[in-house]
């Protein structure tokens, strides 16, 4: 920086009316993202998309804390087709689900096929569902209608707030384990951050294993919420089809269901 044609040294000089400042910017950086073989699960794959089943613990793309291992670097290792909408750290990505969280999402090889799911998921025509096991015992189904926003008291977590975004999450009982646990089937009309880790809480059922929202002590030891995008549904950017994809629960979900089964295995919905 310099002030009259003079290099400033001292960070607190006070200009003065008809001072000239001349502020010397580096030249940009370019964004470069390292492929890195992850071994990703491919569900399919064409000249249009890519459904691939997240593992628990995967960012989906780059931001500050997570420069790697994410599942953009995975990608950018599996193809060099990737749709550029969302610019150098989110190639191909249509939408998003939490570290923990494991399962289905699709993502886009080119710009058209990009175009088109983002507005079939803008207007609700890609159809998630989840598997989760909550605390408590929930009875038959029902549908969470309240609006999510960051929390004024903890700007890293969502909440329910009065100003916030609309949500809505439908959730089906299908399996309760006495008064302890259920496993729920919930649906997304609306896809805002950690909308059903937060929906769940509000109506104290929060999901076993969610350290962010969750209990603070837990029966299990996890390493994330059980909670798994396990089907995923939607109309083919490129041929028009009607897509369908489901994805088995993860070990650690379907090991705590086993012995939930052992300690229950007479209750039902």
Known sequence: MSLNDEILDKKNHLCQEGDRVEVFL???????????????????EDSDVIVIDKPRGMVVHPAPGNSSGTLVHGLM??????????????????????KD???????????EAHRILSEDL???????????????????Q??????????????????????????????EVLRNFGSDYTLLKVMLETGRTHQIRVHLRSVNHPVVGDRLYG???EKFNLEGQLL????????????????????????????????????YPCDAI
């Open 215 to 217: 209990l603070k002590h």
């Open 228 to 263: 798994h995008a396990k089907e995923l549904a939607f109309t083919h950017p490129g041929s028009g089809e009607a897509c369908f994809f489901s994805c088995e629960l993860p070990e650690d979900f379907q090991k705590i269901l086993m012995v939930l089964e052992r300690k």
């Open 101 to 111: 969280t494991t399962g289905l999402l699709v993502v886009a090889k080119n710009d």
């Open 142 to 171: 029902g549908r969470i209608d309240k609006p999510l926003g960051r929390n004024p008291k903890n700007r890293l977590m969502m909440g329910v707030v009065d100003k916030g975004r609309k949500a809505v999450t439908h959730y």
């Open 77 to 98: 290792h599996h193809t060099t087709d990737l749709s550029g909408i969302n610019g150098v750290l989110r190639p191909g990505i249509v939408h998003r689900i939490d």
């Open 122 to 140: 803008k207007d609700h025509r890609i159809q998630r569902t989840y598997y989760c096991l909550v605390h408590g015992r929930v009875q038959g």
């Open 26 to 44: 580096p030249e940009p950086k370019p964004l470069e993202i390292e492929a890195q073989d992850l071994s990703l699960t491919i569900v399919y």
